[in-house]
């Protein structure tokens, strides 16, 4: 199985940090930013880095311990909504998470899981 499916001029993979899929442009008619891609599916690399920020992480939302996104994901589903910051290198099939991420997998290097398998 592949690590990686590209729909549309996005690749997608499965985050095992974030436990959910991430989304990479590498169409620039499709806007910025896009990243390089090593055209591999089974062993992806992309340049630069890969940033995804939610709820208070970014830019103009509320600070903890008042953040809305957070305490509404908590009240209603907290499995659909996490405030965080995924931050990772993704090179020959492998994902090194960056020491600002805030999930459990911050500062350690894992291969990617191959894509079908992980859904």
Not at 1 to 21: E, L, N, S, T, Y
Not at 52 to 72: I, T
Not at 83 to 110: P, W, Y
Request: charge should be neutral; hydrophobic fraction near 30%.
């Amino acid at each position: 199985m592949a690590k990686a499916k590209i729909i549309d001029g996005h690749v997608f993979i499965h985050c095992p940090g974030c436990k959910r899929r991430h989304a990479l442009n590498i169409d620039p008619a499709n806007g910025r930013p896009a990243w390089g891609f090593n055209g591999n599916l089974d062993r992806p690399t992309f340049e630069p880095s890969l940033l995804e920020r939610s709820g208070h992480y970014v830019s103009g939302q509320p600070q903890p311990p008042d953040c809305w996104l957070c305490n509404r994901a908590a009240a209603e589903d907290k499995k659909n909504y996490v405030c965080g910051v995924c931050h990772s290198f993704i090179r020959d099939g492998n994902i090194e998470f960056l020491g600002d991420s805030t999930h459990e997998l911050a500062g350690k290097k894992v291969p990617l899981p191959d894509l079908e398998s992980a859904d």
